[in-house]
């Protein structure tokens, strides 16, 4: 078996990937904070003037918010900085996360944006905000129509802890790994993918799955290609496929927009989400629900999925784009 060099891997990184304009410098948060410090310091002014236990009270709640201020900025993130940026974020998100995620799932989701935030910064967790719009307006999608059939996710496709630490397993594991540096710089970059594609594969997963069930005309299931009703489990169609497809392509470009992986990865990260989808649609076909299998449920089928997506990507950079077979 071929062992793993780190010169090629390095090599893969000098290309020029299309960068977000200023992720390297400071939070894109920025502007609008040091914005929001200047104009509270100034509205405070009045309230200075009125007693010394108002300016002592101002001068401390100044400080306090020059501090988070100071933490959201940090051009390199954080533990302390990654916990503001989430808390500023999910305030002014929470109206679009609880259309998504019940409260449990919400601080479930807070965790994973902390984790994100701490191993890839701002660009990391854009890209996770990403894939949570783009999969939750596809769950919502003829949401009537698909409770009436008896196929639409249950509570209204708001997901709970579970669903999101499915979702993001292999991610999180991709994270930890980059934030402690395990195998050093040159496998920085093979973890930074693995994360990607495995959101690339998740959100590919959901929106083939939801779309499917919406406008999908033939289910087939992925073994034998019997015809089956729609939400089979294992069951796939060609309206299904080919949103996933383009969910998939539309992720990974942000991906790439962002600066987190190259072209040529963005393109493994496409193809290693598809077949993991296929793997998956096998696995559900041949065993979920399946006496002896009981403890295959949707939730373990996700790790599964996107633990597919990770390692079938960081295979085929290795394997593939450095040319490793000889």
């Known amino acids: 078996m071929a062992s793993i060099s780190s010169t090629p891997l390095l090599n893969s990184t000098s290309l020029s990937p299309l960068r977000f304009p200023n992720f390297s410098s400071p939070s894109p948060f920025a502007g609008s904070c040091r914005f929001l410090n200047r104009n509270l310091g100034s509205s405070l002014s009045p309230t200075v003037n009125r007693s010394g236990g108002a300016i002592m009270a101002a001068a401390s709640m100044q400080g306090v918010v020059t501090e988070a201020m100071n933490l959201i ?11 503001a940026n989430n808390v500023l974020i999910f305030v002014l998100g929470s109206p679009l996360l609880v259309t998504g995620l019940s409260a449990s799932g919400i601080a479930a989701a807070f965790l994973l944006g902390t984790l994100t935030w701490r191993a890839y910064g701002s660009a990391g ?21 698909k409770e009436a059939q008896g ?13 999101v630490i499915g979702s993001s397993a292999a991610g999180c594991v991709c994270a930890i ?3 402690y540096q395990v195998g050093g710089s040159a496998f920085s970059q093979l973890f930074r993918l693995g994360f990607v594609s ?16 919406a406008f999908g005309k033939t289910t087939y299931l992925a073994t034998t290609f019997k015809i089956v009703p729609r939400g089979t489990e294992g069951a796939m169609s060609v309206e299904g496929t080919l949103a996933g497809l383009l969910a998939s392509f539309f992720l990974a470009s942000v991906g790439c927009f962002l600066g987190q992986i190259t072209p040529p990865e963005a393109a493994v990260c496409v193809l290693a989400s598809q077949i993991a989808n296929l793997g998956e649609s096998i696995i559900g076909a041949s065993f979920q629900d399946k006496e002896g299998f009981k403890w295959l449920n949707n939730d373990v089928v996700n790790v599964i999925n996107i633990s597919l997506g990770s390692i079938v990507a960081i295979l085929m950079q290795q394997f593939i784009l450095q040319n490793w077979v000889k």
């Open 125 to 145: 967790f854009l890209l996770v905000a990403a894939y949570f719009v783009l999969g939750t307006a596809a769950t919502k999608v003829k949401m009537s129509e």
């Open 177 to 179: 790994l980059s934030i």
């Open 73 to 83: 900025q940090t051009a390199s993130p954080s533990w302390k900085s990654a916990v």
């Open 151 to 163: 196929v639409a996710e249950k509570k209204k496709g708001r997901r709970g802890p579970r669903s």
């Open 198 to 213: 495995s959101f690339c594969t998740k959100v590919s997963d959901t929106v083939s799955s939801e779309i499917g069930k």
